[in-house]
């Protein structure tokens, strides 16, 4: 193994998974820190569900990730984040680089969550989101994770016990390897890194591929194959992004409120597909429920694919946390989501969208997925990924996306590129 990758949220992970696959590493995501050892790749994504839970849990459970690609062989550690940079306010990302740190022996990281593909650039430090200063953006009412400064040399500086510095976008362009020798010798053990577009991550993937761990989001991983190639550590293939031809009907499960989603849905509501909105108060309340909304999407799967969304406006969702609270808000949505998952693939769903990184991690581990292989990608962060089903039955294929990801078609681009016919 090259690369062993720590991923904070599950389709966070599928998110990096693509892009090493689109530089032609063969790579398998596991979804949680498997007891049976690690699958043979040049990269292994092991997907964490621990972008949310309290810092001390994500650092054990990210130690213990650790240890299973260390005893694999990694030769490089990845610590993946959202390109939004969000977690809690506590962390995790500054506890987890700091143990990861530690753990590895090295004193020295970057932190970049730039992906200039999907409008997520570093400049002077400040995350933008297009071209808004991610503070200016809908991740400000983020119902989990609100993020509120776009500073990230602060903001993970507020997180992290080690010194954070900046690498600015000039002096990657001008000596990369000669600003981070001068950042170690001023003291800086993280360094957050410009970067504007798909050149930058390039020069950044070079200067660091031989750094014991990096911390980013996805888009420097899009580096990393050329620059493990120019070591020697890795070969050029061409059937990384092979995955088998599935026949059966589909469904988009969507539990993501962010912008984007909210337009996805829309989108397809508007197309006059069908479509069933959940309600989180009616499920508290027991007024709706899985098997509920299953006898009306299964019979409907015989005219076409079908969405399953709990997906709304900012101020519907206040409103829910207001009255439930914010954990138990989500959870009432992602494990009613989870069962009507499950509920669709005994169904006989076998192309399934999920959108949102909370509802992708409830789903895979509702239906018991272990392990995915991952494709080529729909859009810049989302694959379709493969797994085989516990039962020995036919493969299942999965979208995993990103609640922020994708255009305002994504839903029908993506069943379509499976091999659904949609009007």
């Known amino acids: 193994m090259i690369l062993g990758v720590i991923a904070d949220d599950f389709t966070g992970a599928t998110d990096v998974a693509s892009m090493l696959v689109r530089g032609g590493m063969q790579t398998v995501q596991v979804l949680g820190v498997p007891d049976t050892g690690l699958p043979e790749a040049d990269a292994v994504v092991v997907a964490l569900k621990t972008r949310t839970v309290p810092a001390a849990d994500a650092v054990a459970q990210s130690l213990q990730a650790l240890k299973a690609l260390q005893d694999a062989g990694a030769r490089q550690i990845y610590f993946k984040y959202c390109s939004t940079f969000d977690s809690t306010a506590e962390g995790n990302i500054g506890p987890v680089t700091d143990a990861l740190m530690q753990a590895l022996g090295t004193d020295f990281s970057i932190a970049c969550p730039a992906f200039p593909e999907n409008g997520r650039t570093v400049f002077r430090g400040h995350l933008f989101v297009g071209d808004q200063l991610l503070s200016d953006s809908g991740m400000r009412q983020h119902p989990l994770t609100p993020m509120t400064d776009?500073?990230?040399?602060?903001?993970?500086?507020?997180?992290?016990?080690?010194?954070?510095?900046?690498?600015?976008?000039?002096?990657?362009?001008?000596?990369?390897?000669?600003?981070?020798?001068?950042?170690?010798?001023?003291?800086?053990?993280?360094?957050?890194?410009?970067?504007?577009?798909?050149?930058?991550?390039?020069?950044?993937?070079?200067?660091?591929?031989?750094?014991?761990?990096?911390?980013?989001?996805?888009?420097?991983?899009?580096?990393?194959?050329?620059?493990?190639?120019?070591?020697?550590?890795?070969?050029?293939?061409?059937?990384?992004?092979?995955?088998?031809?599935?026949?059966?009907?589909?469904?988009?499960?969507?539990?993501?409120?962010?912008?984007?989603?909210?337009?996805?849905?829309?989108?397809?509501?508007?197309?006059?597909?069908?479509?069933?909105?959940?309600?989180?108060?009616?499920?508290?309340?027991?007024?709706?429920?899985?098997?509920?909304?299953?006898?009306?999407?299964?019979?409907?799967?015989?005219?076409?694919?079908?969405?399953?969304?709990?997906?709304?406006?900012?101020?519907?969702v206040q409103a829910v946390q207001a009255e439930l609270g914010v954990e138990a808000a989500g959870k009432v949505v992602e494990d009613t989501l989870a069962a009507v998952a499950?509920?669709?693939?005994?169904?006989?769903?076998?192309?399934?969208?999920?959108?949102?990184?909370?509802?992708?991690?409830?789903?895979?581990?509702?239906?018991?997925?272990?392990?995915?292989?991952?494709?080529?990608?729909?859009?810049?962060?989302?694959?379709?990924?493969?797994?085989?089903?516990?039962d020995g039955g036919q493969a299942l294929l999965l979208a995993l996306k990103s609640g922020n990801f994708g255009g305002v078609d994504f839903f029908a681009q993506a069943l379509r590129e499976a091999g659904v016919a949609l009007a």
């Open 150 to 316: 776009a500073n990230l040399v602060r903001v993970l500086q507020s997180q992290s016990a080690q010194q954070v510095g900046l690498l600015r976008y000039d002096a990657l362009r001008a000596d990369a390897t000669g600003r981070i020798a001068q950042l170690r010798t001023e003291g800086v053990r993280i360094a957050v890194a410009d970067a504007i577009d798909n050149a930058d991550l390039l020069t950044l993937a070079e200067a660091c591929a031989d750094l014991p761990l990096l911390t980013a989001g996805s888009g420097v991983a899009l580096g990393l194959a050329p620059a493990y190639r120019r070591r020697g550590w890795l070969q050029a293939g061409d059937s990384a992004a092979q995955l088998a031809t599935v026949q059966g009907p589909a469904a988009v499960l969507s539990g993501s409120c962010s912008e984007a989603t909210n337009a996805q849905v829309a989108r397809w509501v508007a197309d006059g597909r069908r479509a069933f909105a959940l309600d989180p108060l009616a499920l508290h309340r027991g007024e709706q429920s899985a098997e509920h909304w299953l006898a009306q999407a299964v019979p409907a799967l015989a005219s076409g694919p079908v969405l399953l969304y709990a997906t709304a406006a900012p101020e519907r």
């Open 342 to 390: 499950r509920g669709l693939v005994q169904a006989g769903v076998r192309r399934l969208v999920v959108a949102g990184g909370e509802t992708s991690g409830a789903v895979v581990q509702a239906l018991a997925v272990r392990q995915l292989r991952i494709g080529a990608p729909i859009c810049p962060g989302v694959p379709w990924t493969q797994a085989d089903l516990p």
